[in-house]
C-alpha cells in the first residue's frame, strides 16, 4: 500500500486547520499522512496542529519552524521531512480550503494510473474553475502572472503558478530540494521548473479553486516582488 503524505504550510491558520485535517482523514485514501509546517503563527495554529496530533498519532504530524522565512522554505523542510519518513507520494496544498479535498483522491488516482512524476491540480485546463468571488483584477493578475512565467521560462502548463498537486516520491527526491532559491510563492513556478527541465512527466487535471474559508491572505509585496523576478533568476541561472 502506498503511503500519501499531505504536506500543508499554514501561518495563522488556526480557523481552517482542523476542519480541513478532519476532511482529510475522512478520506478514502488508507494510511493518509499529514505533515503541518508552521512558523510560529501568532493566533497558535502550532498548538491546533499538536493537538491533531495527539488526537491522531501516526496520521497528523507537525515541523515547527522558529522563525517566518516563508511559504517556500517552509515546504522545503516539509517536503523533505515527509520524503525522509517514507512518503510514497507527497501532496502540497494550502490550508486555507482554496484546494478542494475531495480532488486528492483523483490526483492520486492519476499519479498511479499514468507514473507522471507530478500531477497538478489545475485552475487552466478545460474544465479548472475560479471561485465565483474572485474580482475581475484578481483574476487578471492571475492569468497576467501565469502567461508571464510560461513565456519567460518555456514551461509548458496551463497553471504554472499552482500550488496544489502531487509528487512521487522519487521524482520529487530528485529534484533537490536544497538548492532552491525561492523563498516565498515563486517555489510553486521553480520546482515545475525544476520538473520540466528535468524532462519528467507534469500532467494537469482540472479543479475548482475556492476563495479562503477563514482567516486573511499572506500574500505581501514582498512575495509578490520575488515572484516577478525569480524568473528571470532562474533564467540567468541556467
Ligand atoms: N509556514 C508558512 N506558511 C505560509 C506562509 N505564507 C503563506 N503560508 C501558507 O500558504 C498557504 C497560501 O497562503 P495564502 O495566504 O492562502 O495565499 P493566497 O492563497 O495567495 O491568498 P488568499 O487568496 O487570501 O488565500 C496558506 O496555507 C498559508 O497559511 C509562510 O510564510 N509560512
Ligand atoms: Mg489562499
Redesign the pocket.
Known sequence: MATVTVV??????ADNLPALAAELLALPIPGLRILV???DSPDGTGKVADDLATAHPGHVSVVH?KV?E??GR?YVQGLETALADGADYVVQM???F?HPVDAVPRLFGTAEATGAACVIGSRYVSGGTLAAEWSLRRRALSAWANFYVRTILRIRLRDVTA?FKIWRAADLAALHLDGIASGGYSFQVEMHYRASRAGMTIIEIPIHFS??RAG????SLRVQLESALMPWRLLFKR
Open positions: 500543508i504550510p499554514t501561518y495563522n491558520e509546517v508552521d512558523d519552524r517566518r516563508g511559504l517552509a494550502d490550508s486555507d482554496s500550488g476563495d479562503r486573511t491572505s499572506k500574500m
